[in-house]
Every structure is written in structure tokens, then in C-alpha cells.
């Protein structure tokens, strides 16, 4: 959602993160199994989810490279679930994007809060100098 918004209205984001996000590519559409026990999401927010990430829209690909802001892209590394390569295409993408890898796995800011908000922390410092 926020490089969507990043896309459609570049003049309200100055910087963008992104955790362990892939180019938006089609791909085979599964069924998943809820997990047992309590849950910290909304499982019924999953099936209309996952349709996105299966069929997204051609225009989210297409129009990275009209994102303005400056971009820190998060890569969770070999124990992430989600192609790296994607990652790092996304990085690529957008124009200013940087890439950066924490090998944590998809929940970055959950495995490894200390690198997270130190790579974090110091992106949006960036943002703070005029000069930069």
C-alpha cells in the first residue's frame, strides 16, 4: 500500500521504507490453511489479500519508477519466505531506492528490532538533512 500511495501521490511521501517486499509479479494462486490457535491478524483479511498478491495490477510494476521519494528497501535475507531477487528488483525499480539486507526473514522488525531501527533510524535521518 505505501508505494501504491508513493505512485498516485508523490508530493505527500518524502521517504518510503519497505519490508522484505517483492516487485509485484503475478503467481500461482494457492489455497492457504489457517494456523492453529489465536491468531494476530485477521485471517479474514487473507483470502481478498492474497488475490492482489496472485493477479496484481500491471500498473504497480509499471509505475515504481514514478516513485519520487527516497526509498529504503528492507530485505530479510536466505531465511526470508519471499524471493530476494524481488526484492531486490524493487530496490531497483525506484528511482533512489537502497537496499539493504538483514538476514532476519520476512519479520524483520519482529526478529531483529535492533537492526531494523538502526537501518530505519538511520534512513530517516537522511530525510532530516536539507542537503541530502
Request: charged letters at 25%; glycine letters at 6%.
Amino acid at each position: 500500500m505505501a508505494y501504491l500511495l508513493a505512485q498516485r501521490r508523490p508530493r505527500r511521501v518524502r521517504g518510503l521504507v519497505l519490508e522484505d517486499v517483492p516487485v509485484p509479479r503475478p503467481r500461482t494462486p494457492s489455497v492457504p490453511t489457517r494456523p492453529d490457535g489465536e491468531l494476530a491478524f485477521d485471517w479474514e483479511l487473507v483470502a481478498p489479500v492474497r488475490r492482489q498478491i496472485d493477479r496484481p495490477d500491471p500498473r504497480w510494476l509499471e509505475q515504481l519508477g514514478e516513485i519520487t521519494a527516497k526509498t529504503l528497501v528492507l530485505a530479510g535475507g536466505p531465511s526470508s519466505h519471499l524471493p530476494q531477487d524481488g526484492v531486490a528488483e524493487l530496490a531497483a525499480r525506484i528511482p533512489g531506492g537502497t537496499l539493504v539486507t538483514i538476514d532476519a526473514g520476512h519479520m524483520i522488525h519482529d526478529t531483529e528490532p535492533e537492526a531494523f531501527l538502526e537501518a530505519v533510524s538511520a534512513f530517516l535521518e537522511t530525510l532530516a538533512d536539507p542537503d541530502e
